[in-house]
């Protein structure tokens, strides 16, 4: 396929060799022969056959070597190539369970036309043995060259290999679409991270930790007090100094034993400090002598050095995204710079001879109600949008626009995403062989949406047409989009009853505009047009409502956008 990496191109929501590794879920030990994945797990064994592409024989070699320097003499092995979207762990059990059965040497899966899959099947570990030792080379060849005498053909679902970009269309055009979640933890299981760079965190909102955040100095940086009061040495009454400490001031002249100062909050405690009583628990005499009233608490209103943190300490893990609180935690602990992922820029692409953002509108043309709107709702998601350009319905312009996406992360693209004489996105990004992550939704409004990824690492995501349906998508993606560019901490979803959810469930989940109550949860929109974005107004975010709601479902509730 053009030096395509087969194995990760993403089919029914997941990656081809996700497929495979989740159809050997049963197996004892598994060992994936290529090249190295670093999102692969550490109970998966990696290995490369020698030399690297030299055929499917000389990986079986390499990877049986492999399991058996895991220790594991198993009398069962299981070669699976990584191009089988559909194959399911039933089918491999199934194979599993001919070859306990029948004593074959190997046992093949077939494929509904009824060829032979030799790259689907269960060997007994010494027929494959021997078949490896009677070869002169490994390098390069057949499979027929090792398959033994005594096989058995099994017809098994989901055996149909992809070997071709038709191959892969059709397998794509035959998936289910996805469901939401589904989808969100495909796009942050499988974005390409961006490089981490070392930046000023101020100049960075948006962006995401690339690795811990860890302080340079101790908070407090000294023995500090916590409230107004007095700083005491020794058990009372104390007599009065006439010196007062303040916050940022010179500290006092430490403290003799009976001896107290008036101090503020912040300020460095004198030496020999032993406690900061508040005002409100003291009593000066006219004497100068300083009482502790009766009955008040016995506290220590000092913050000592390091209590919050020492120099060393974590502050926050990676994927904490750069916000307000990050950027003034970062600043108490005396760290300007740090490493992070993003922030993620975008373009925004309007499509369709049918819309115009300016001017008189012609016959057949309606305004760009939508674009104007976007650059806000993506700097919600700390996205930060670089600008916006109409695209025309002509034949080549989305691979002009996908090749020349070097200078974003991120591409939004509205209208051209179904399968109408206009709708050329999906043609164009097989055309420059973009890894498609989520092909469609099962969602409404929102199912023709797709999110690819070009092989220069820009994420696509091709929105509907239509404003509402637009905007649905937008919010509902665009958090997992950006978790996945910068592997930013997933941020926790808001969830609550509605109230109404039997008026609108359907058979797919739906996301609708909704309002809030006063007891608690929402009321969502029973009917909504999709061509405009009045059905928004006075409303306080969208739900999305699972297929077969009823009333007082707790559901995700997307807020709108001030």
């Known amino acids: 396929m053009g030096g395509v990496d087969k194995p990760g191109i993403v089919i029914g929501g997941q990656s081809m060799l996700d497929a495979a590794l989740s159809a050997v879920a049963s197996c004892t030990r598994t060992v994936v022969v290529g090249p190295h994945r670093p999102g692969l797990g550490p109970q998966l064994r990696q290995v490369q056959e020698v030399p690297a592409g030299s055929g499917p024989v000389a990986a079986i070699a390499t990877g049986l070597r492999a399991l058996d320097e895991c220790d594991f003499p198993a009398d069962l092995v299981v070669v699976l190539a990584a191009d089988l979207p559909f194959l399911t762990v039933a089918a491999v059990d199934e194979l599993i369970g001919h070859a306990t059965e029948s004593g074959a040497d190997a046992v093949f899966a077939a494929d509904e036309s009824g060829r032979p899959q030799y790259l689907v099947g269960v060997w007994r570990r010494t027929a494959l043995l021997t078949g490896l030792e009677r070869l002169d080379s490994l390098v390069n060849q057949p499979m027929k060259a090792l398959v033994p005498v005594g096989t058995m053909m099994v017809p098994l679902p989901g055996a149909a290999d992809c070997d071709t970009p038709d191959d892969v269309r059709r397998a794509r055009a035959n998936s289910a679409p996805l469901a939401l ?167 925004i692409v309007m499509t369709g001879d049918e819309i115009r953002s300016e001017g008189p509108l012609h016959t057949g043309q309606t305004r760009d109600s939508l674009g104007p709107v976007l650059p806000d709702l993506l700097s919600r998601f700390g996205i930060h949008p670089l600008d916006r350009v109409h695209l025309r319905d002509t034949p080549n312009g989305f691979d002009e626009v996908l090749s020349a996406a070097v200078d974003c992360e991120l591409l939004v693209i509205v209208g051209a995403t179904g399968g109408g004489a206009a709708d050329q996105l999906r043609d164009a990004l097989d055309r420059t062989n973009a890894r498609i992550l989520v092909h469609r939704l099962r969602l409404r409004p929102g199912g023709s949406t797709v999110v690819a990824e070009t092989g220069g690492g820009t994420v696509v995501l091709g929105l509907p047409g239509n404003p509402f349906a637009a905007v649905a998508t937008l919010l509902a993606l665009s958090p997992a989009i950006v978790d996945g560019l910068t592997g930013r901490i997933p941020a926790r979803n808001t969830v609550g009853p509605l109230h109404n959810a039997s008026e609108i469930s359907g058979p797919v989940s739906r996301i609708v505009p909704a309002r809030a109550v006063a007891e608690g949860g929402w009321i969502g929109d029973p009917n909504i047009r999709t061509a405009h974005l009045a059905g928004l107004l006075h409303r306080d975010g969208l739900v999305v409502v699972p297929a077969g709601a009823t009333d007082g479902t707790r559901v995700e509730f997307l807020p709108l956008p001030g």
């Open 181 to 347: 979640d589904e989808a969100r933890s495909m796009l942050r299981r499988s974005i390409s991270r961006l490089p981490a760079r070392q930046v000023t965190l101020r100049s960075a909102p948006g962006a995401a930790l690339a690795a811990p955040l860890t302080a340079v100095e101790a908070l407090p940086r000294f023995d500090v007090s916590a409230m107004d009061g007095y700083a005491v040495a020794g058990d009372g009454p104390w007599r009065l100094r006439h010196d007062v400490g303040f916050a940022g001031g010179r500290r006092p002249v430490g403290l003799l034993a009976g001896e107290a100062v008036r101090i503020a909050t912040g300020a460095h405690v004198p030496e020999g400090t032993g406690a900061v009583v508040r005002d409100e628990f003291v009593r000066v005499d006219a004497d100068g002598l300083l009482h502790r009233l009766p009955d008040s608490p016995i506290r220590d209103d000092v913050r000592r050095r390091g209590e919050d943190w020492q120099p060393g300490d974590v502050i926050a893990p990676e994927g904490t995204p750069v916000s307000a609180a990050l950027l003034s935690a970062a600043t108490a602990a005396e760290v300007a710079a740090a490493a992070v992922r993003g922030p993620v820029r975008a373009r």
